[in-house]
């Protein structure tokens, strides 16, 4: 299993930047694909952006395409989530989890979330 805590979320202003962090723990972190993913209130769970275990590869939704950073670091087991003109639309909870399976894989271990609010 793969237990996972993100922090960073918070307030922000529309145009703003905020980092999200996920902190890794259990088996080995750098095995595993990686996702974003978001869901606003009333809304279903979106993914936001995914990074291959092997090379750093990313894709992302193209909703945050231009305007989101996926990126990790092995060595503290973390990945991150760099957000850059943030919209009030971009306002969810947010979620990163383990992905297994073939291809991306799908998610098998999520963290708790942490809220993204972008004010006008």
């Known amino acids: 299993q793969v237990q996972l805590v993100e922090s960073g979320g918070g307030l922000v202003q529309a145009g703003d930047s905020l980092r999200l962090s996920c902190a890794a723990s259990g088996r080995t972190f750098s095995n595993y694909n990686m996702g974003w993913f978001r869901q606003a209130p009333g809304n279903e769970l979106d993914l936001v952006g995914r990074?291959?275990?092997?090379?750093?590869?990313?894709s992302y939704s193209d909703s945050v395409k231009g305007r989101f950073t996926i990126s990790r670091d092995n060595a503290k087991s973390t990945v991150y989530l760099q957000m850059n003109s943030l919209k009030p639309e971009d306002t969810a909870v947010y979620y990163c989890?383990?992905?297994?399976?073939?291809?991306?894989?799908?998610?098998?271990?999520w963290g708790q979330g942490t809220q993204v609010t972008v004010s006008l």
């Open positions: 989890a383990a992905l297994s399976g073939p291809g991306w894989g799908t998610p098998f271990s």
């Open positions: 990074i291959s275990a092997s090379d750093g590869t990313t």
